[in-house]
């Protein structure tokens, strides 16, 4: 393969980063085709591209062969708050005709961003394209998130489900914690402790039961609430935005059982639930994540048919 020249990601490659970007949404769809078809077309791609280009002024790169722009790569910062030192290449921040490419271009910016401080980069990437994947892989970046998509089964409603009610809240409080609790633990290792803001935590779970729009399911044992499942529509998500947010689809967006009660049907359940509350309102399909270092998420959403879409990758610069 010919050399490639790189330069500094400018205005001018725009056009030509909406077509490498439609292109590889639009083999991306070929094999998961519940994706928003609209990002097939450059026109649509372009304004993706140029939403996270003129987010702030973070540097990238485009690569250069034969006089022809071969792939490009940019990238944001979001709070550090939460991510570190950051910088994201978002769905829409990367595309290559070459897998191979995305590495020099990598190089490129990452000197860059290395040498503002910047040490924690993230990349979300599609995971249907194993050597794009293997590619981010050999600059040293490790899975840590999954996105998924199925279509929705037709389910029955099933027994010892029932939506969620007020007088439901004190005894939710004390569920609420336990996804954050449980990837504190090895081998996920969260950053994120449980929210101990317990008046917002009441108001959140208050919210989501009273709204319309999410679905608040919750299973029984006894006379006790053993799990809960929240669904909402897939446009709450500050995560699957632009190509990873497809059209009119539901989001199994938090689910917790009692460790005690794991490996006892209560999930299947749930997600039964789950299936038909999303179908009943009008959704074809249903959205969730998870980090793939969570073993229990990694090996119980992919056994339920949820295909993975999207991987986020993630490297830290020591």
């Given at each position: ?124 990437v599609p995971a ?50 336990l996804l954050a ?138």
């Amino acid at each position: 393969m010919a050399g490639m020249e790189i330069q500094e990601f400018a205005d001018g490659h725009l056009d030509d980063a909406a077509r490498l970007l439609a292109a590889r949404h639009k083999a991306h769809r070929r094999l998961e085709p519940l994706l928003p078809p609209g990002y097939e077309d450059p026109v649509f791609a372009r304004q993706e591209v140029e939403a996270l280009w003129r987010a702030d002024e973070t540097p990238g790169a485009v690569g250069i062969r034969g006089g022809r722009v071969v792939g490009y790569l940019v990238g944001i910062r979001k709070s550090d708050d939460v991510w570190g030192p950051n910088v994201w290449v978002d769905p829409a921040g990367h595309a290559v005709e070459h897998p191979e490419d995305v590495r020099d271009l990598y190089a490129a910016a990452a000197a860059r961003w290395v040498g503002a401080g910047l040490s924690a980069h993230y990349a979300v990437v599609p995971a249907t394209d194993p050597e794009l994947v293997d590619s981010w892989f050999r600059l040293g970046f490790g899975q840590q998130h999954a996105f998924a998509i199925r279509e929705l089964p037709d389910e029955r409603w099933p027994d010892g489900v029932r939506e969620a009610d007020i007088a439901d809240v004190e005894e939710l409080m004390q569920l609420a914690p336990l996804l954050a609790q449980h990837q504190l633990l090895a081998p996920v290792f969260s950053r994120l402790p449980p929210d101990e803001d317990e008046d917002a935590l009441r108001k959140d779970i208050e919210e989501d039961i009273a709204s319309p729009t999410s679905g608040c399911l919750v299973a029984e044992h006894g006379d006790r609430i053993v799990g809960i499942f929240l669904v909402v529509p897939l446009e709450v998500s500050s995560m699957h935005t632009g190509l990873a947010r497809p059209e009119v689809v539901s989001y199994l967006g938090w689910a917790a059982t009692l460790p005690e009660v794991r490996g006892t049907g209560t999930g299947l359940t749930l997600t039964r639930a789950s299936f038909a509350w999303a179908r009943e309102r009008g959704y074809e399909a249903m959205v969730t994540d998870w980090r793939v270092t969570n073993l229990l998420a990694s090996r119980f959403w992919p056994r339920r048919g949820f295909r993975p879409t999207f991987l986020r990758l993630f490297r830290a610069i020591p």
